[in-house]
């Protein structure tokens, strides 16, 4: 049995495949929705309250998924799946699950941020994480009938 030690420079040869598409969640989450809230915010006041709510439920979830989405496409497509062979679909799904818990930690801690424009952050956190939660195990689904992205 082929037996590989996961490093963490692995981790970082799948963000280099990926190119620059990883930065795009990572800017979302932590500076384009705060950035929309706080001015949301400012102009509003307490009334902004359900503005900032869709905009979180429109940018958030998705946020989430998106790395995870990337770095599976190279263990699920024809193209690649050659070359990967020795990772068993066990630890294919582990390595996709690491770049989605990340980005979903990312996402609830921004969310909590949120107190002083939302009166229910937490509970908002929560609906958040199930709806990401939702959107990846949709994916992987997806992945794993049609191979593809």
């Known amino acids: 049995m082929l037996y590989r030690k996961i490093k963490l420079s692995t981790f970082g040869l799948y963000l280099k495949a990926v190119s620059k598409l990883w930065l795009v969640p990572l800017l979302t989450v932590n500076v384009l929705v705060p950035v929309i809230s706080a001015v949301l915010y400012k102009n509003g006041g307490a009334g902004a309250e359900s ?11 998705i946020s989430t998924v998106w790395t995870s989405i990337f770095v599976s496409e190279f263990f699920f497509s024809d193209r690649t799946r050659d070359v990967l062979f020795f990772y ?13 818990l990340l980005p979903l930690a990312n996402v609830a801690v921004v969310t909590l941020l949120h107190f002083r424009c939302l009166s229910y952050s ?17 994916a992987m689904l997806t992945f794993s009938i049609c191979k593809t992205i």
């Open 122 to 138: 937490v509970s908002m956190a929560v609906k958040l994480l199930c709806i990401g939660v939702l959107f990846y195990g949709i």
């Open 88 to 100: 068993s679909r066990k630890k294919r799904f582990a390595v996709s699950q690491l770049f989605f």
């Open 51 to 61: 503005d900032i709510v869709t905009v979180m439920y429109f940018l958030l979830p």
